[in-house]
C-alpha cells in the first residue's frame, strides 16, 4: 500500500500522522492476514527489559487493536492487548510467552511528538515515549515511502532493506520477514521511521532506567528487536492462519490451563 500524500507529504510528526490514520484506516490489500498502522518496533533498556508497543487500527481479522509487549531480564514474555488474544499479536508469538492478557490500554499524544501509553490508569505500566528524526531516519522513510507494494512483497527487497538498515541505525540485525512462534510466515513494511529519543517507564512501580542495547540481541521467533528504540508507520502482514499446521496457543499459561 502506498502511503497517502495526506499522511507523508506536509505532515512530518508521527503524532499528526497517527492521529491521521486512526481517523482513517486504510486495508492493505492481499490475502495475508493484515494489519496497517504504528509501533514502537522494539525499545531495550540497560537492565536487560524490553518495551513494544503494536496499534494497528486496521486489521483484516478482526477490529484494530493495541497491544504492549514486555519482555523481563530474564526473558519471560508478556503480551497484554485491548482485544481477545487471538485476534492480536499472541495469535503469531504466543507459544513462546508466558503470559497474555486482555485488558484496556490507553495511547495519548501530549504533542506530536511525545507519545504516552499506560496500562490500568498508569498503575500497572506508565510509558513516556519522546520521537525524533536524523538524516538517516529521514533517508529510510523517504525510500520507504515511494517502495512500490509489489517490491516490498519482494523478499530480496526486504531482506537488502534490512541488512542495511540494521547497520545505518545502530539497531543490530533486522528482520523483514521470517516465521513467527506459532509457525506463520510474517512480512513487515514500514513506511516511515523515527527514533526513540527519549522518555521513561514505570512498570509495576519499579522505572525501568536508562535506554541501552542488550547483551544479547532479544527475538521472538525469527522476529528480531532492534537495538535501540525505533518508531515505525507502516504494515504486517502474516499466513493466514490454519488449523493442524499453526499453534493456537495465546501463551504458555494458556497451553498449561486444563
Not at 494497528?56 to 485491548?82: D, E, K, L, V
Not at 532506567?209 to 542488550?214: E, H, I, R
Not at 525469527?222 to 537495538?227: A, G, T, V, Y
Amino acid at each position: 500500500m502506498k502511503i497517502s500524500s495526506k499522511y507523508s507529504s506536509r505532515v512530518k510528526a508521527p503524532g499528526t500522522i497517527a492521529r491521521r490514520i486512526e481517523q482513517s484506516t486504510p486495508m492493505p490489500p492481499g490475502r495475508a492476514e493484515r494489519f496497517f498502522g504504528y509501533s514502537v518496533v522494539g525499545l531495550p533498556f540497560a537492565s536487560g527489559d524490553v518495551l513494544a508497543m503494536r496499534r494497528f487500527p486496521s486489521s483484516s481479522i478482526g477490529p484494530g487493536y493495541t497491544a504492549i509487549w514486555h519482555r523481563s531480564p530474564g526473558g519471560s514474555w508478556t503480551m497484554w492487548a485491548n482485544i481477545e488474544p487471538m485476534n492480536a499479536c499472541p495469535r503469531y508469538f504466543g507459544s513462546e510467552l508466558e503470559r497474555a492478557v486482555q485488558t484496556p490500554i490507553k495511547l495519548s499524544w501530549p504533542d506530536p511528538f511525545r507519545l504516552t501509553a499506560t496500562i490500568d490508569d498508569g498503575r500497572l505500566l506508565d510509558w513516556q515515549i519522546e520521537l525524533g528524526s536524523t538524516l538517516v531516519t529521514r533517508l529510510f522513510s523517504a525510500v520507504g515511502k515511494v517502495i512500490p507494494d509489489g517490491l516490498w512483497r519482494r523478499r530480496s527487497v526486504r531482506r537488502t532493506m534490512a541488512a542495511a538498515a540494521g547497520p545505518l541505525l545502530g539497531a543490530g540485525h533486522l528482520s523483514l520477514d521470517g516465521v513467527t512462534p506459532n509457525g506463520q510466515w510474517f512480512e513487515a513494511n514500514p513506511k516511515m521511521i523515527w527514533f526513540v529519543t527519549g522518555g521513561q517507564a514505570v512498570l509495576h512501580g519499579a522505572g525501568l532506567g536508562p535506554f541501552g542495547s542488550l547483551v544479547q540481541q532479544g527475538s521472538l521467533g525469527e522476529f528480531l528487536i532492534p537495538q535501540r528504540g525505533i518508531f515505525a508507520v507502516g504494515q504486517s502482514l502474516f499466513e493466514p492462519f490454519a488449523q493442524g499446521l499453526h499453534l493456537s496457543v495465546t501463551s504458555r499459561e494458556t497451553r498449561r490451563s486444563p
